[in-house]
T-cell receptor, first 112, second 113 residues
Framework: QQQVKQSPQSLIVQKGGISIINCAYE??????FPWYQQFPGKGPALLIA?????SEKKEGRFTISFNKSAKQFSLHIMDSQPGDSATYFCAATVRGNTPLVFGKGTRLSVIA | DTAVSQTPKYLVTQMGNDKSIKCEQN?????MYWYKQDSKKFLKIMFSYNNKELIINETVPNRFSPKSPDKAHLNLHINSLELGDSAVYFC????????????FGEGSWLTVV
């Protein structure tokens, strides 16, 4: 019930391409879905987040798509750049009630 | 000006030793956490404190003992270190409690030899 399943485990994308990372959850009570970005040697940092009352949220080159009926959400990185190379974690929670539950992470490498 | 700072950043120690990791946040947040990240990058919550009170204690060996002297500090003490304790330990904080946006420190890399 508390799991968040993330795929793929690793991803290699050409510079300028679109990176897509997917997550699925079971707990229908989850009401907040953030994505975190982690560079080597650093702690994870919030990248973008969405609530289930909207189907899409865009911030610059980063977009979250949310499908409530399928219990899935995904991160799209448009015009991927080498500086986007990092590990990305999706997460989910019931705000005010449970701690963030993280997916297992996706290691993204953007090659020139 | 670091928001969540933890020390030491690197720690190499022998099996059986006792060690502590300190954490401080200057964000004025009420809730603090310890997360463990293993070699496969999996992030798992260990403990959470809200205003110095323990609110989450996941299935963690009792060799691990958190202490929160005030709401800006959360330290982690580990007794009788084992090889399997080798990991990166992240301190984190959030403003409004469980489920709120978490701000992580830069991690403490523990290696037990």
């Amino acid at each position: 019930q508390q799991q968040v399943k993330q795929s793929p485990q690793s991803l290699i994308v050409q510079k300028g391409g679109i990176s897509i990372i997917n997550c699925a959850y079971e707990n229908t009570a989850f009401d907040y879905f953030p994505w975190y970005q982690q560079f080597p040697g650093k702690g994870p940092a919030l990248l973008i987040a969405i609530r289930p009352d909207v189907s899409e949220k865009k911030e610059g080159r980063f977009t979250i798509s949310f499908n409530k009926s399928a219990k899935q959400f995904s991160l799209h990185i448009m015009d991927s750049q080498p500086g986007d190379s990092a590990t990305y974690f999706c997460a989910a929670t019931v705000r005010g009630n449970t701690p963030l539950v993280f997916g297992k992470g996706t290691r993204l490498s953007v090659i020139a | 000006d670091t928001a969540v700072s933890q020390t030491p950043k690197y720690l190499v120690t022998q099996m059986g030793n006792d060690k502590s990791i300190k954490c401080e946040q200057n964000l004025g947040h009420d809730t603090m956490y310890w997360y463990k990240q293993d070699s496969k990058k999996f992030l798992k919550i260990m403990f959470s404190y809200n205003n110095k009170e323990l609110i989450i204690n996941e299935t963690v060996p009792n060799r691990f003992s958190p202490k929160s002297p005030d709401k800006a500090h959360l330290n982690l003490h580990i007794n009788s270190l084992e090889l399997g304790d080798s990991a990166v330990y992240f301190c984190a904080s959030s403003h409004e409690g469980l489920g709120d946006t978490i701000y992580f420190g830069e991690g403490s890399w523990l290696t037990v030899v």
